[in-house]
Structure formats: C-alpha cells, structure tokens
C-alpha cells in the first residue's frame, strides 16, 4: 500500500509538499506517478518518474512542480510551488510495477498500487 500526506489548504502561490511512502516493497525500478481529480473532472496523471531517473510534466505544472524520491527511506515527493487555483485537487500517488510500459503513456488502469489521496485547496 501507499501512504499519502501533506496536503492542506494555501493562498495562490503558496507551496506545499506531498509525501507518499511505501510499505512492504521497494519504490526503486517502479513507474511511480502522481494524479489529480478536482471535483467533478476527471482524474487527470500530472507527473511521472519512471524509476531511471527520467521524469515528466504535464504542461500546466511544468517548472512548478517536482516529483522525487528518496531511495533509502522509500518515499516519493511532490513539491508543489507557485500553486495556482486550478491546481485544487485531490492528489494521489500510484505505482506500477516493473514491466508495465512507457511509463508516461500508462494508463490509471495499469498503475497497481494507489494512495488514499490528499486534498489540496489553493485559494486565490
């Protein structure tokens, strides 16, 4: 399982960070992504790593955002800076196992493991 925490509620431009930790296997080699689903939108993948280090973005959160990991305390990170209104969301963590596929054209459906999701409210 995965366990999400760190969300909260911000004024526009504020920061928060997202942690997601891991039980009972290791995070290394995993596509490891973070997801979003505001109220009444479908739930939309905002970032990935892919476990060798590569990393991507969708274009609204490019160079605002930060997806990584600690290796050795198997946890995954989302800093979030320069928050904006529209990134209101419910934010969850997912992993896929090794083998899965391009780890950016993954599906919801071909990410196995899911956190619980933590809110995050950006007030303007």
């Known amino acids: 399982p995965l366990v999400e925490s760190g969300g909260g509620s911000v004024q526009t431009g504020g920061t928060l960070r997202l942690s997601c930790t891991a039980s009972?296997?290791?995070?290394?080699?995993?596509?490891l992504a973070w997801f979003r689903q505001g109220s009444g939108k479908e739930r939309e993948r905002v970032a990935t790593?892919?476990?060798?280090?590569?990393?991507n973005y969708i274009d609204s959160v490019r160079a605002r955002f930060t997806i990584s990991k600690d290796k050795a305390k198997n946890i995954l990170y989302f800093q979030m800076d320069s928050l904006k209104p529209e990134d209101t969301a419910m934010y969850y963590c997912a992993a896929a196992s090794p083998g899965s596929g391009l780890c950016w054209l993954l599906r919801s459906d071909d990410f196995t493991y899911w956190g619980q999701g933590t809110q995050v409210t950006v007030s303007s």
């Open positions: 009972g296997y290791s995070l290394n080699d995993y596509c």
């Open positions: 790593d892919n476990g060798h280090g590569i990393t």
